[in-house]
């Protein structure tokens, strides 16, 4: 019994690392796509609203069949870092696009990516919920290994496009002014 506690452990520890090499990675390759350190930390805001949106898509499926916290569920949360992100990534990209290159207002920058990101954000995250529906909803074989994966996906990407659309934009318009003038402060030098 004890070997199989251990592996358990091991398997934990192995995934909450997993986790955090995910966050690093993706705070990473933004790092280097916004030539900035501070608009990464924004877009990695959307990664808890993710993870809450996880949690409750779990207890909504256990009101209906119960699943426990596998491994495999716990995947759902690590796949989760990589899709959530692209939300506000395409926000803030759109932001600073219409900033910098079209000479908009950071208000008006930030109104306008909002407007013209927020068709695809729904597209995508419409077409990733209903694709993995049938893990959740049609039994079969298999159908319990991945019932809980993909509850936390769906309830993660749902709740996480819908508050994206609200708390990045209201995050750039609150630390925007200050990232650009520490920007300019930093090309100058």
């Known amino acids: 019994l004890s070997g199989t506690a251990d592996k358990l452990t091991e398997t934990w520890d192995e995934m909450v690392l997993d986790l955090l090499i995910a966050l690093v990675i993706v705070y990473l390759v933004m790092a280097v796509l916004f030539e900035s350190f501070l608009y990464p930390l924004i877009i990695i805001f ?8 996880g949690v409750i898509g779990l207890v909504i499926l256990s009101l209906f069949q ?17 899709i959530v992100v692209n939300n506000a990534i395409l926000l803030v990209h759109q932001t600073l696009h219409q900033f910098r290159s079209e000479g908009l207002s950071e ?54 496009a819908v508050l994206t659309l609200i708390i990045i934009p209201s995050l750039l318009s609150i630390f925007m002014t200050l990232i650009e003038k520490n920007n300019e402060k930093q090309q100058v030098i």
């Open 107 to 160: 208000t008006d920058a930030i109104i306008e990516a909002t407007r013209n990101r927020i068709r695809p954000i729904f597209m995508s995250t419409l077409t990733s919920v209903l694709g993995m529906m049938p893990l959740v909803l049609f039994p079969g074989a298999g159908a319990e290994l991945y019932r809980g994966l993909g509850s936390v996906v769906i309830g993660g990407l749902t709740l996480s």
């Open 46 to 53: 959307s990664v808890p609203l993710a993870a809450a949106g």
């Open 66 to 82: 119960h699943q426990n916290l596998d491994m495999l569920t716990l995947l759902g949360f690590v796949i989760l870092v990589g």
